[in-house]
């Protein structure tokens, strides 16, 4: 089966531009997350969807962020307007819905996020 | 992709060798936990898990130790090999929740 894609791998923006970044999960898989890593410290969860709702979005970290999954396929996480410190690696995941998370998810290759 | 951070933990192990790698866990109430390894611009990719009623796992070249007494996790890896090479995390979590909590990353150099 094809993985989790993500799109763009990486992105140069300025200081109070607006990005979004794209992700898509294995199909089939009804759970989608978004996880980031700033300034190479531990991965940090930012929300999880099921389907197209939104299950848990207590990581995210200001209103700037908005995420979506119309339609329950794939994700899209705008950043608007984008800080120095929104610089990091975005992962999405995804997994099945009966695991519930157990064996893990499977993670995109991240898109690297440079703010200037 | 993701270049492995400059400023992680560092563990230099010669290739043959085998290396062991430790977490500290934050949750006493967290039952599952998982290892995962990042090689440079990949995502985190399973290695190995544990649930909390057990105390040792073993898979292939790889176990993983739990001690809940002291919150504590370790990943053995036997015969480090060139390709063991990437940042190692460690992930908890707890029944009920998707939600995983990951440590700060041990990078592991194997040196030829």
């Known amino acids: 089966e094809a993985g989790v894609t993500q799109f763009p791998s990486h992105s140069v923006i300025e200081k109070g531009q607006t990005v979004t970044l794209r992700c898509d999960p294995i199909?089939?898989?009804?759970?989608l997350y978004w996880y980031r890593r700033v300034m190479g410290k531990e991965i940090k969860f930012l929300l999880h969807f099921v389907k197209e709702s939104k299950q848990d979005e207590s990581g995210m970290p200001n209103n700037r962020f908005l995420a979506e999954r119309t339609g329950g396929t794939y994700s899209t996480l705008k950043v608007q307007p984008a800080e120095l410190e929104d610089s990091g690696v975005y992962f999405c995941?995804?997994?099945?819905?009966?695991?519930?998370?157990?064996?893990?998810?499977?993670f995109g290759s991240g898109t690297r996020l440079t703010v200037v | 992709g993701e270049s492995v951070g400059l400023h992680l933990p560092t563990l230099s192990v010669q290739e043959g060798d085998n290396s062991i790698i430790n977490c500290a866990y934050s949750?006493?109430?967290?039952?599952?936990f998982i290892w995962y390894k990042q090689e440079s611009g990949k995502g985190p990719q399973f290695i190995i898990d544990i649930r909390s009623n057990m105390d040792k796992r073993q898979g292939q070249r790889v176990t993983v130790l739990l001690n809940k007494t002291v919150k504590h996790l370790s990943l053995q890896i036997a015969a480090t090999q060139p390709g063991d090479s990437a940042v190692y995390f460690c992930a908890e979590t707890t029944s009920g929740t998707y939600k995983y909590i990951f440590g700060t990353g041990t990078r592991l150099k194997v040196l030829a």
């Open positions: 995941a995804s997994s099945r819905a009966q695991n519930r998370g157990l064996g893990g998810y499977t």
């Open positions: 199909s089939g898989h009804d759970n």
């Open positions: 949750n006493s109430a967290s039952d599952y």
